[in-house]
Each structure stands twice: as C-alpha cells, then as structure tokens.
C-alpha cells in the first residue's frame, strides 16, 4: 500500500519547521557574533588578554582545557609585546603548557617543572629576565647561558625548542622509582660514550669541528651540561663555497638524541660503566666492553634511543645492519617505504610540487655559479626496484655503549649517499630542459653506488662515471667511454667529490676536463683507435652513424667493439663505442666479482635496447 497524502503533507511540514529553526539559530548566532565584534572592538589586546585567560581559568577540566581558547591565547601571545612581569609570566606559562610541563609562580620567580627537572626564571619588574637555572632530579640548580640569552633577547620559539629537547631527555617511561633507576642508567651511558669519545685519535681533516663530528669515534658529543639535551653529531659536510647557486650553503648537521623509550620486549640495561678501568683498546683503537651479564644491571620495559635529528631515509641493508649491531629490531609500524630519491626530496626544498607517482622520473634542473646550467635525470623505474626503496627512520634503539660507534658509522654511510643524491635536486622540477647545458641521468647500480650518464663533449658518443660510496670518508669514482688514458683523472675526480659532496660541481669539474683533452691535440701516449673516435671518421664496421633527422640510430657491432645505441625524444640519437683498452683489466678478462661492479646503464639516452637491429625490452 502506498502511503496516504496526509503523511506526504505531514512529512513536508516538519521538514519545513526544521529548516526555519535551524535559519532561526544561524541568524541568531550571526547577531551575537555581530554584538560581541560591536562590543569588543574598541578593546585593546591587553584586555582581549585577560578575557581569554579568565575563560580558560573557568575550565571544567584542568588537564584538558578548551583547545580553541588555548588557540587563541597563543595567537594572542605571538602578537602580544612583552613587556611587563605579567605579560612574561603569562607567556612563560603557555610554553609550559605546550611541553606538557608544570608551572608554578611566586612574587619574582617562574617554575617549569617537569618530572625529573625544573627550570627557574626569575624576572624583572620591567619584564626582563635576571637569571635562569636548571635543576636536574637529586642536583642543585645550575645558571643556563643559554636559555637567559634567548628569554632576554625575547626569542620564545626557539627556547621552546630548546626546552623541548630538554623535556625529551628526562622524559623517561615508568613509574617514580623506575624513572629513577633508568636516569641512574642513562647517566652512565653517557659517561661511558664520553670515554670512548675522549680516546686519542689521529686527524683526518683540516676542520677541527668537521673532523671531529665526521671521523671521531662518537662525532662531537655532547654531555655533562644541565641545560642540554645527550647530543651525538656524527655527519656533516664542508662549506667552501662550492655549491650550486640555488642551494643552501649552510653546513647541515646530522645528530641524534640520546634518551630512553618505551619497548614492549624487557632489555637488560647497564646500572655501572661497562668499560673497565684502566681501559684496554683494541687493535681498531676502542676499548674492551663489558657485557652486560657481567656487570651490573637490571632488566626494563625500555631501551636506549638514538632520537635522529633529523630523521634519514635509509635502505634496506643499512636498516637491516643496524638492527644486526643493536640486536633490536627497528619497529616496521610507520615505516613507507618509497624509492630513495622521493623520499629524499619530500625532506628537502627540492620538493616544491605535488607528489609523483613511484615509477615517474624524477627531472631536476640544477643552476651552477658561473650561470651553467645542468638537468638530471633519476628514472622512477629503476629506482622503485625494492633493493633501492627506503624508509624514514626516526628512532635507532640499543643497549649498550658498543652498538653506537657502529651504528654511527652505518648512518654516516647513508647520509654520504643521500647528500650525494641530493646534490641533484633544486628547486626547479619538471622542465622542458631546453635551456639546459648539459643533460645526466643519474641511475642506482647498487646499495651504494650509482652512475651517471651524460654526452662526452664535442662528440656524438656517451661517457658514464660510476660513483661508488664503500663509506663516508671513501667515495671513489671510474670513468667509462671518455677515451682518457690517465689514471690519475679517476682518483682527481674522487678527490673532489669527497670533498665537495656534490655530483654537479664533480661533473663540471669532469666535463671541463673533458673540453681541454678534446680540444688538444691527440696525446701518442693514447692508442690509435681512439683516433677515429676523437676526430668522428665515417662509420664502419663498429662505429656508429648518427642520422640528423631525429630517426633512430643504426649501426653494426663487431665482436671487437662493444656498441651500444642510444635514443633521446625530440632530439638527435647519440651512442656510445666504448673499446676493451679503455675498460679495468678485470672487466676486460673475466666476468665481475666486485659487487659493485658494472655495468653500463641505459637510460636517458636509451628507451630501449637493440638487437638485430629489432626493438627489445628496457634495460
């Protein structure tokens, strides 16, 4: 049966009652909205100030207030200028609340408190800071230069950052007494890493702070100040004016956080220095560890923390390794994995754009001083391959002194990589690279090692520079197709990408190099069948033909001459003749046993492979 009209027009009228109450409660919202911006107007900020503050003591709940006043009031403190005891005091409140930390007051001074330190901030009657103290749990207050420097010159967000560091650190899971026993613990694992770190060791680099924080056994630690947070730096790079125009060149510092979290497997943590006294080194200069079953200690529902700062997209391997030294497996919840060069660019200022699918190419125009241009290339195909995705690790767990000089080392490893990589990136993604110098493809050819491909100069043939990073400080680089007969340029080479960190000052530094050998006259020293190649002699069995029309290139390949073609889009194809004088005697004679070995990539100036003159897969 179908219902009557009478429950149609029934139906109808209540829905028109509700919509006029509802325009009824709009408009009179609109009114009091209206009245209160009327009423409140002519109000200055102190007394939008004091409003918000006397509406947020009404709180039913103290340890939830009402998110929107607590928004409000720290809008209220951005614009607000300080510049009485009162105003400090309330601004020094909010921070506290935003750390989660206590806040109590006398006639001049200021408490922060937290469980196991507080911070005392004693004011003056114009709004000025007199002095600032902190007291870890069971010590005395001690005067922080640091904190007094930053409430005095006013700059509140960056000592909230700092007392958010500091908050971090003494913010150790457990009840009060477990809190206590893993603070005595922390202690003396930063005595112990102070230990390691103070052994004599000889110098690496010119740069007393560079070579510490790159080559020291624990980088540039930094303990036994009250006011700071366990820091570790451990990777940094140089600034010698060396980088493109369009990049930053302040020096980037990799630290970590040292503190302890929460785990939900029970370790055995150290309640005594594990290194015995007098100590004794190994041949590899690092003293004698203890294990923890033979010296003191107890068992915990928590672990050590290497907190990093900031975060390091790392591979596989690297993770895999590191959990290998720790024997605590990083936690896989939260973990993306991504192809590194993605992941490296959403960290960076390089990523400027919406995100991009895993298999698209990555394609970044770089801007050298001097106005030289470069375009990269970083296929998304290969680099989606699984052995070359990553993931973001935030937190490295450990429970002993002995993992973390090891640990270090891996991360060093990886940051080497990343900043290599990143060297690539800019600002300016996506281009038609019509204004482009010179043109590179950039291809992974292992865990640590990768190519780059580019067009020799002067020439119509492809040479392809192999970059292998065996660890931080031993970045070596070969040279493939460039028909040069001096070694030395390869170990030329590595010394500037070692010391500059970036692939395109070492390429400019390579094609340059390239220019002035081309344009010599033919060295007798090289063999006469690089002749042909320098001066282009008509092609034959072997040689390649380069057709203008943009139609793909045909060419012949004898057994004596590798070849391979070459294709770009919208442009002339290119390839390269690489012959078995300009290879390492162990490419030449046997097949490869090094794993980085390698193995010419195709990529940018090749689609596709060729066989017979028939298309065939991507290589």
Same mark, same amino acid.
């Given at each position: 049966?179908?219902?009557?009209? #009478?429950?149609?027009?029934?139906?109808?009228?209540?829905?028109?009652?509700?919509?006029?109450?509802?325009?009824?409660?709009?408009?009179?919202?609109?009114?009091?909205?209206?009245?209160?911006? !009327?009423?409140?107007?002519?109000?200055?900020?102190?007394?939008?100030?004091?409003?918000?503050?006397?509406?947020?003591?009404?709180?039913?709940?103290?340890?939830?207030?009402?998110?929107?006043?607590?928004?409000?009031?720290?809008?209220?403190?951005?614009?607000?200028?300080?510049?009485?005891?009162?105003?400090?005091?309330?601004?020094?409140?909010?921070?506290?609340?935003?750390?989660?930390?206590?806040?109590?007051?006398?006639?001049?001074?200021?408490?922060?408190?937290?469980?196991?330190?507080?911070?005392?901030?004693?004011?003056?009657?114009?709004?000025?800071?007199?002095?600032?103290?902190?007291?870890?749990?069971?010590?005395?207050?001690?005067?922080?230069?640091? +904190? !007094?420097?930053?409430?005095?010159?006013?700059?509140?967000?960056?000592?909230?950052?700092?007392?958010?560091?500091?908050?971090? $650190?003494?913010?150790?899971?457990?009840?009060?007494?477990?809190?206590?026993?893993?603070?005595?613990? @922390?202690?003396?694992?930063?005595?112990?890493?102070?230990?390691?770190?103070?052994?004599?060791?000889?110098?690496?680099?010119?740069?007393?702070?560079?070579?510490?924080?790159?080559?020291?056994?624990?980088?540039? #630690?930094?303990?036994?100040?009250?006011?700071?947070?366990?820091?570790?730096?451990?990777?940094?790079?140089?600034?010698?004016?060396?980088?493109?125009?369009?990049?930053?060149?302040?020096?980037?510092?990799?630290?970590?956080?040292?503190?302890?979290?929460?785990?939900?497997?029970?370790?055995?943590?150290?309640?005594?220095?594990?290194?015995?006294?007098?100590?004794?080194?190994?041949?590899?200069?690092?003293?004698?560890? @203890?294990?923890?079953?033979?010296?003191?200690?107890?068992?915990?529902?928590?672990?050590?923390?290497?907190?990093?700062?900031?975060?390091?997209?790392?591979?596989?391997? +690297?993770?895999?390794?590191?959990?290998?030294?720790?024997?605590?497996?990083?936690?896989?919840?939260?973990?993306?994995?991504?192809? #590194?060069?993605? &992941?490296?660019?959403?960290?960076?200022?390089?990523?400027?754009?919406?995100?991009?699918?895993?298999?698209?190419?990555?394609?970044?125009?770089?801007?050298?001083?001097?106005?030289?241009?470069?375009?990269?290339?970083?296929?998304?195909?290969?680099?989606?391959?699984?052995? $070359?995705?990553?993931?973001?690790?935030?937190?490295?767990?450990?429970?002993?002194?002995?993992?973390?000089?090891?640990? !270090?080392?891996?991360?060093?490893?990886?940051?080497?990589?990343?900043?290599?990589?990143?060297?690539?990136?800019?600002?300016?993604?996506?281009?038609?690279?019509?204004?482009?110098? @010179?043109?590179?493809?950039?291809?992974?050819?292992?865990?640590?090692?990768?190519?780059?491909?580019?067009?020799?100069?002067?020439?119509?043939?492809?040479?392809? !520079?192999?970059?292998?990073?065996?660890?931080?400080? @031993?970045?070596?680089?070969? &040279?493939?197709?460039?028909?040069?007969?001096?070694?030395?340029?390869?170990?030329? #080479?590595?010394?500037?990408?070692?010391?500059?960190?970036?692939?395109?000052?070492?390429?400019?530094?390579?094609?340059?190099?390239?220019?002035?050998?081309?344009?010599?006259?033919?060295?007798?020293?090289?063999?006469?069948?690089?002749?042909?190649?320098?001066?282009?002699?008509?092609?034959?069995?072997?040689?390649?033909?380069?057709?203008?029309?943009?139609?793909?290139?045909?060419?012949?390949?004898?057994?004596?001459?590798?070849?391979?073609?070459?294709?770009?889009?919208?442009?002339?194809?290119?390839?390269?003749?690489?012959?078995?004088?300009?290879?390492?005697?162990?490419?030449?004679?046997?097949?490869?046993?090094?794993?980085?070995?390698?193995?010419?990539?195709?990529?940018?100036?090749?689609?596709?492979?060729?066989?017979?003159?028939?298309?065939?897969?991507?290589?």
């Amino acid at each position: 049966m179908f219902p009557s009209p #009478l429950i149609f027009t029934s139906l109808w009228i209540l829905i028109f009652l509700f919509f006029s109450f509802f325009y009824v409660l709009v408009m009179k919202a609109k009114s009091i909205i209206s009245a209160l911006h !009327l009423k409140y107007a002519e109000k200055s900020w102190k007394e939008t100030f004091q409003l918000v503050r006397r509406c947020m003591d009404k709180s039913r709940d103290e340890s939830k207030p009402c998110e929107p006043l607590v928004r409000s009031l720290e809008r209220l403190q951005e614009v607000f200028n300080v510049s009485s005891m009162n105003t400090m005091k309330s601004r020094l409140e909010v921070i506290a609340k935003q750390q989660r930390m206590g806040f109590h007051i006398t006639e001049v001074t200021c408490y922060l408190t937290a469980d196991l330190f507080y911070l005392e901030v004693v004011l003056l009657p114009c709004g000025g800071v007199e002095e600032v103290k902190v007291a870890p749990h069971g010590a005395s207050p001690v005067p922080s230069e640091i +904190f !007094l420097q930053l409430l005095r010159s006013k700059d509140f967000a960056e000592f909230s950052v700092k007392l958010e560091g500091l908050y971090a $650190q003494y913010n150790i899971p457990g009840d009060n007494e477990v809190k206590m026993k893993l603070f005595a613990s @922390l202690q003396w694992l930063a005595k112990d890493l102070q230990q390691i770190s103070d052994l004599p060791r000889t110098a690496k680099d010119f740069d007393t702070e560079v070579d510490k924080t790159n080559n020291g056994r624990m980088g540039s #630690l930094i303990t036994g100040k009250e006011d700071c947070p366990l820091m570790i730096h451990f990777f940094t790079t140089h600034t010698d004016g060396k980088k493109t125009s369009d990049q930053h060149t302040e020096r980037v510092i990799y630290g970590a956080q040292v503190t302890v979290g929460d785990s939900d497997v029970p370790h055995k943590l150290q309640m005594a220095s594990v290194i015995p006294q007098p100590a004794q080194l190994d041949p590899r200069g690092y003293p004698a560890f @203890l294990p923890l079953s033979e010296g003191p200690c107890e068992t915990f529902p928590a672990v050590f923390l290497l907190k990093l700062q900031p975060a390091i997209p790392m591979m596989p391997s +690297f993770i895999h390794n590191v959990s290998q030294i720790t024997d605590v497996a990083i936690p896989e919840v939260g973990l993306q994995w991504a192809p #590194l060069p993605k &992941l490296l660019m959403r960290r960076s200022s390089a990523n400027t754009q919406q995100e991009t699918s895993a298999e698209q190419d990555v394609v970044f125009e770089v801007s050298l001083s001097g106005g030289e241009t470069h375009r990269y290339v970083l296929p998304g195909a290969v680099w989606a391959l699984s052995a $070359q995705r990553a993931a973001v690790v935030e937190t490295i767990p450990f429970t002993h002194p002995s993992h973390v000089p090891a640990v !270090l080392e891996l991360l060093r490893h990886q940051c080497a990589i990343n900043t290599l990589l990143r060297s690539c990136f800019s600002s300016q993604r996506d281009t038609a690279g019509l204004g482009c110098d @010179l043109h590179f493809e950039v291809r992974p050819e292992s865990e640590s090692s990768f190519s780059v491909t580019f067009q020799r100069p002067n020439t119509d043939s492809l040479a392809v !520079l192999l970059v292998n990073v065996s660890d931080s400080r @031993l970045i070596t680089c070969t &040279l493939f197709g460039a028909a040069v007969g001096e070694p030395s340029m390869e170990e030329f #080479l590595s010394t500037v990408v070692t010391r500059s960190m970036s692939i395109p000052v070492t390429l400019r530094t390579l094609y340059c190099k390239l220019q002035e050998l081309t344009s010599a006259p033919l060295s007798p020293r090289l063999p006469d069948t690089t002749e042909a190649e320098n001066d282009h002699c008509a092609p034959s069995d072997g040689a390649v033909t380069d057709n203008n029309d943009g139609a793909s290139t045909t060419f012949s390949q004898s057994a004596s001459v590798p070849a391979e073609s070459f294709s770009v889009s919208g442009s002339a194809c290119y390839a390269v003749s690489v012959s078995k004088s300009e290879l390492h005697p162990e490419i030449n004679t046997s097949p490869a046993v090094d794993p980085y070995a390698y193995t010419p990539p195709v990529g940018l100036f090749s689609q596709w492979g060729t066989s017979n003159g028939q298309l065939s897969e991507p290589i």
